[in-house]
């Protein structure tokens, strides 16, 4: 089941806030090489502290993936606004003293994440919580299960989604 198929979410392809965007949206080209200077201002950091950094700022509204934080740290660091230095096994990214000026600049302004927070729904949340926990059942009883279970499961299921129904039917 899609975010947008819960209570609350979009349909038909037209989203509404706080529905897919639990799954982590998309930037605009750009705003990641800012939302990187902005919290490499704060301190240096690993470029997965920036992704969950990222995801925790805008409530999960915004996860982006290492295909986007690394190139883009690349081009600052191809830009001399970012060095990347080994820590251990890992690489750690700083400013340089060229970035400087511009992060404290961009961090002057709203932050690049603004536009990507997600306003909490505690009901949605927990619908969620709870279809992920179903898909979690339905993947032991695929792989696992004997075909009898599969079809007892196909039956709950179908059950499920009635009850659904029949629970909007009735109204508030």
Do not use: F
């Amino acid at each position: 089941m899609r975010g947008h198929e819960l209570p609350g979410g979009c349909g038909r392809g037209q989203h509404a806030p706080g529905c897919c965007a639990r799954r982590g949206g998309r930037a605009k080209r750009g705003k990641i090489r800012e939302a990187v200077l902005v919290l490499l201002a704060e301190r240096p950091m690993h470029g997965y502290e920036m992704i969950t950094e990222l995801e925790k700022r805008t409530g999960g509204g915004w996860t982006p993936s290492p295909g986007s934080i690394y190139p883009a740290l690349q081009v600052l660091t191809d830009d001399g606004l970012v060095v990347c230095e080994a820590d251990g096994g890992r690489r750690r990214y700083a400013l340089t003293e060229a970035g400087r000026p511009l992060a404290r600049e961009l961090a002057g302004a709203s932050a690049p994440w603004a536009g990507m927070l997600t306003p909490t729904n505690p009901v949605a949340d927990g619908l969620r919580g709870a279809v992920t926990g179903l898909d979690a059942a339905l993947l032991q009883v695929l792989d696992a299960g004997t075909p009898q279970q599969q079809i007892r499961a196909r039956e709950v299921l179908v059950e499920a989604r009635r009850a659904i129904y029949r629970v909007l039917a009735e109204g508030e």
